[in-house]
């Protein structure tokens, strides 16, 4: 009798794992959106593309390897940054908060909160927190 119960409970248990696995199934292809939470996706590193000191990093819809695009917040703790780097495809920074220093193509540029910039194909540019509160910055790009 405990053997039949234990196997009806599993198979109980594999229906409704299979029922929510469609249920999510359903909701990606059917409702249209995908919904992240960033303190499930948050990553500590160095500043990217070698700029070094300590970032924080929220690569949204990573799993999402059908869209075209990367939507990306990147935190620029005291002391870090992007490393100057050449651009592939068209990039947008925006300045959601702090202080920052580009340099683009030889150029050397301050942004700050509310600053958006457009980098073009085949340029060189990088990013450096400056001041004492952390920079940060929505990144978007095509992948």
């Given at each position: 009798?405990?053997?039949?119960?234990?196997?009806?409970?599993?198979?109980?248990?594999?229906?409704?794992?299979?029922?929510?696995?469609?249920?999510?199934?359903?909701?990606?292809?059917?409702?249209?959106?995908?919904?992240?939470?960033?303190?499930?996706?948050?990553v500590s590193e160095p500043?990217?593309?070698?700029?070094?000191?300590?970032?924080?990093?929220?690569?949204?819809?990573?799993?999402?390897?059908?869209?075209?695009?990367?939507?990306?917040?990147?935190?620029?703790?005291?002391?870090?940054?992007i490393g100057y780097h050449?651009?592939?495809?068209?990039?947008?920074?925006?300045?959601?908060?702090?202080?920052?220093?580009?340099?683009?193509?030889?150029?050397t540029f301050f942004v700050?909160?509310?600053?958006?910039?457009?980098?073009?194909?085949?340029?060189?540019?990088?990013?450096?927190?400056?001041?004492?509160?952390?920079?940060?910055?929505?990144?978007?790009?095509?992948?």
């Amino acid at each position: 009798m405990r053997k039949k119960l234990t196997i009806f409970c599993l198979a109980i248990l594999c229906f409704t794992v299979g029922i929510f696995a469609s249920f999510t199934k359903l909701q990606k292809e059917e409702i249209g959106y995908i919904l992240e939470h960033e303190k499930d996706i948050a990553v500590s590193e160095p500043g990217t593309h070698k700029g070094g000191g300590n970032s924080t990093g929220y690569r949204f819809f990573k799993a999402a390897t059908d869209s075209k695009l990367q939507f990306t917040k990147r935190i620029l703790h005291p002391g870090s940054a992007i490393g100057y780097h050449l651009q592939q495809e068209e990039e947008i920074y925006y300045i959601a908060a702090g202080m920052g220093e580009m340099s683009m193509n030889g150029d050397t540029f301050f942004v700050t909160t509310g600053d958006a910039i457009l980098t073009l194909p085949d340029s060189r540019h990088g990013l450096k927190q400056i001041g004492n509160e952390d920079l940060v910055v929505i990144i978007n790009y095509n992948k």
